[in-house]
């Protein structure tokens, strides 16, 4: 049985990295650019949150309506201002400027913050539980999270193929100079991708600091949870992402199941055998 | 004039002074132990390390195109194979420092064929994944302390020389001769045939493979020698720290970050950038250091600055305003009777 609710909650966990997850895979999908701070910023997300509830008194998951259109707006200008300069046919640039952001955003979380862990609390709702056949217990707030992660990756996927933001995310994904050709701003529409990323980031970032504690340093390792699930997915493929993420979650269930200190390390052997077995992931988009 | 007077050079007059200069420079650090205080030979030993491990980070980024931010883990691959073969299988430190090398371009063989199916920046973010899993790997192993790590034993230590200073100067001096190998292996590395594929494979991909280069085997070689040289670097390091945990061990700011700050200011792709680099990260963080989290703020920030403004670092921009070179490495048409 303990097993089987391992497996339950790594589904409900692969919701979360599956946030991790689709904002990355978007701008790398519209821009060939891997964001290396993506990870902080979903920390930087989750300090603004804590911030947000302590200042106004309100419930964690109230703070979204602020802190989603906040990180939106950092993203554009960010991409503006900063990261469209590093685009180019070099990937170094985007990738040693976005590794500055990284160490810049721990440093600065840390002077402000502080390195204690820090832990949201949502309420009554984190203790909720609904009882299924078989007694197990699921959590409200797990699947609450994942239930959300699905939907935002259903939103994305809409965005991408059925909506003129989408055509334009293509459009220049395709061909950047055409595209300048037929009216678009490549710039803004760049913009707009990094502010739909991290707006993304913003929901995981607030789930993250409800679910678990959190201090400046974890965020590499929230990149490399969403780089993850991103190849074992397959790229450019947001619902493979979803199943890179569940995949991801569970093995690290399982791994803790059979000795708590092999949590991670299954997680990261279970990329590595899709790496090695399957190099393009488990759901490559068909190009 | 006939056409016999013109030839290929690669030497210059710079180049020719700087191996002189180099020559005195290395004879003066090399009596380091007879004219330098303890704690400026430790500093010296450290910036050394560092050297080394910035050339090769550089070797892989700036040549073979290979940008890695896991270089941690053959670093701490190489601190912890040092504990282990001194602790278990009863070796001296000076004969575990090649054979963790060693057995880090063998480690690296696997890994490669793994990660080298990632491209670009995703290459980047698996060779960090692999970083982890070595962390997290080592981490599991009780006999060198799990979690916590673990310290040479004094008796080890002792065995190295008959006395303290000797042993600081061995060390020293094996601090040195590490970056100094590292540097004419790169330098013999980039003079070779597999230097000039290098180059061709960073100026075009596909050109060079029409060529018949076979890319994936040239940027093998590198990751491999490179993974080999940057395990007996954190052998070093570790041997002077005389204590391993897995968090020291493949921390990404000591070896990954901080080399790459040194590498983007001095100036990627160049053998001169990572030296003068290591001299301005060294100079600030001697003045800046009490700053604490303030200064790896700056440094994040110079290195934004500098890949913006100036991607080709410090040497980058004395190259292009005064054409000099002081490792000899391209070719230049010379014409003889001009030069008489």
Redesign the interface.
Known sequence: MDWINAIIQGILLGGLYALFAAGLSLI?GVM???N?AHGDFIVLAAFLALSTTTLLGINPLMALVIIVPVMAGIGYVLQRS?LN??LGDD???????T??????I???L??IYSADPQKMNAGPIETASIAVPGGLNIGVLPLLMFVVAVAVIAGLQWIFYRSALGRAFRAVSDKQDIAQLIGLNKAHVFGLAMALSLAVVGIAGVFLGIRTSFDPSIG??R??FG??AV?IGG?GNLWGTLIGGIILGVSQNIGAQINP??Q??AG??A??IV??VK?RGLFPRID | MSSSSYTISRSSRASRLAAIFGILLLVALAAAPWWAGRADMRLLSEIFLYLSLACLWNLL?GYAGL?S?GQQAFVGFGGYMLFALAMFAGLSPLAAIPLAGLLGALIAVPVAV??F??R???F???T??IA??FR??F??VSALGG?SGTSLPVGIVKAMASNRSMREATTYWLALGMAVLVLVVIYLLLRSRNGLALTAIRDSELASTNYGIDIWRHKFVVYVIAAGLTASTGALIFLQKLRISPDAAFS??DWT?FV?FIV?IGG?GTLEGPIIGVIVFFLLRETLADLG??Y??I???V??VV??KA?KGIWGLIKARYGIELFPLSRRVVDRDLEN
């Open positions: 790398f060939r650019l891997v290396i900063v300069q590093t990937i170094l640039p985007p990738l040693l400027v590794f500055g952001l990284s160490i810049i721990q440093n600065a840390l002077e590499p390792g990149l490399i780089f993850e190849i790229l200190g092999w991670l390390l990261h052997i990329f590595l790496l090695a190099p | 980024a940008v931010v793994l990660i199916r990632l670009g920046a995703y980047a973010i698996g960090w994944v982890e899993v997290l790997s981490a599991q979690g990404v700011n970050a790459i983007v990627i989290t303030t790896l703020l440094l994040g920030l290195a934004i890949m913006l991607p």
